[in-house]
C-alpha cells in the first residue's frame, strides 16, 4: 500500500521537545523528498522543513535552530525533532512525499505546546 504515516505527536510543555516520525511505504523512498507541513484552523498549511533525496534540508524561519529534519533511507522513515518548543508550534502536522508529478500525504499528527 502506498502511504505515509506520521506518529510521535502530543502535546508538551512550552520549552520541551517532541521526535515527529513518518514511514512511508509502497514506494522508492530514497528518490523523495520529504517534508514536514504544519496547519492550524483557519490558516494555510505551511511548510515547516523539508529534505531532499540528496540530504538537503531547508527550514521555515520560524523553526530555524529549533527543529531539525533527517531521513533514514534503510527504514524508509523521515524525522523531525522539535526542541524549544512554543506555543505557537501548536498544529497538526503532516507528512509529505513527493517526487516530480507524485505528491502524498499522512492523515497529520497534532502537536499541542500548552503549559
Known amino acids: 500500500q502506498v502511504q505515509v504515516v506520521e506518529s510521535g505527536g502530543g502535546a508538551v510543555q512550552p520549552g520541551g521537545s517532541l521526535r515527529l516520525s513518518c514511514a512511508a511505504s509502497g514506494i522508492i523512498f530514497s528518490i523523495y523528498t520529504m517534508g514536514w507541513y504544519r496547519q492550524v484552523p483557519g490558516k494555510q498549511r505551511e511548510l515547516v522543513a523539508a529534505?531532499?533525496?540528496?540530504?538537503?534540508?531547508n527550514y521555515a524561519d520560524s523553526v530555524k535552530g529549533r527543529f531539525t529534519i533527517s531521513r533514514d533511507n534503510a527504514l524508509n522513515t523521515v524525522y523531525l525533532q522539535m526542541s524549544s518548543l512554543k506555543p505557537e508550534d501548536t498544529a497538526v502536522y503532516y507528512c509529505?512525499?513527493?517526487?516530480?508529478?507524485?505528491?502524498?500525504w499522512g492523515q497529520g499528527t497534532q502537536v499541542t505546546v500548552s503549559s
Open positions: 529534505i531532499t533525496s540528496y540530504g538537503t534540508t
Open positions: 509529505n512525499a513527493r517526487y516530480i508529478s507524485t505528491t502524498l
